[in-house]
């Protein structure tokens, strides 16, 4: 399929299905262990901001989209393109750069003074993006962590805990299992 064949469309609700799923496939919560990835994620994004969500259609599948929001924490001028995924078929060709200027045009029309978005170290392809897109390197953040004793009450309350019906809190206490295990 070629790219001509793609067609790029703000997201709307039949897209969710879709997104979730694309998003299911490509996100690592193990590498981001604070953020969840889950329908409500994107349901939030596309009540507060429909215009910073975009889908990027192919073949009537959701090959890639962008989920941007106005404002970060007290931030209510920043724009903040949260979630971003091409899928591995469609990717390489510039679905995720076209996907990211249409969300931050959207986002400086609402009033954006910049648009910001947070990276894992080990995501090339993404620091490469944001760079090719205008993103400067600003604050670099590391996540130190220090792991509860293995007898303590809330590695014991965790283990209880892990069994949420919740898919999305399921997949976050999963990862944290891994990296316990690792
Ligand atoms: C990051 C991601 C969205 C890029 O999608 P894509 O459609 O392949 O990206 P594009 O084709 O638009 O490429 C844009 C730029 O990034 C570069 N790039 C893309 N993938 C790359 C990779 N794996 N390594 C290095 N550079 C890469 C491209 O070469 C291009 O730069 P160029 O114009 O200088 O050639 C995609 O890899 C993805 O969905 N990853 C998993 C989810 C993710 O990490 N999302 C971002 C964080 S939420």
């Given amino acids: 399929m070629s790219e001509s064949d793609v067609d790029l469309v703000p997201m709307w609700l039949p897209h969710l299905p879709g997104v979730l ?52 924490d007290e931030r209510a001028d920043w724009g903040y393109v949260e979630w971003l995924a091409v899928d591995p078929e469609h990717q390489g ?8 200027e249409e969300s931050c045009a959207a986002l400086f029309a609402a009033g954006a003074t910049r648009v910001i978005t947070d990276v894992e170290q080990t995501n090339t ?27 303590s009450g809330a590695s014991r309350q965790a283990r209880v805990r892990a069994h949420s019906t919740d898919p999305a809190k399921a997949r976050l206490h999963a990862a944290a299992r891994k990296s316990e295990r690792d």
């Fill in 21 to 72: 799923e694309l998003g299911n496939r490509v996100f690592d919560v193990s590498e981001m262990p604070y953020t969840s990835w889950s329908l409500s994620s994107a349901a939030v994004h596309l009540d507060a901001q429909p215009d910073a969500c975009w889908v990027a259609e192919a073949g009537g599948r959701v090959a890639g989209f962008v989920l941007g929001s106005l404002s970060y």
């Fill in 125 to 151: 392809a993404s620091a490469h993006l944001m760079r090719r897109c205008g993103f400067n390197d600003s604050v670099t953040v590391t996540l130190f962590v220090r792991h509860a004793p293995a007898d």
């Fill in 93 to 100: 060709r510039g679905l995720a750069k076209t996907l990211l």
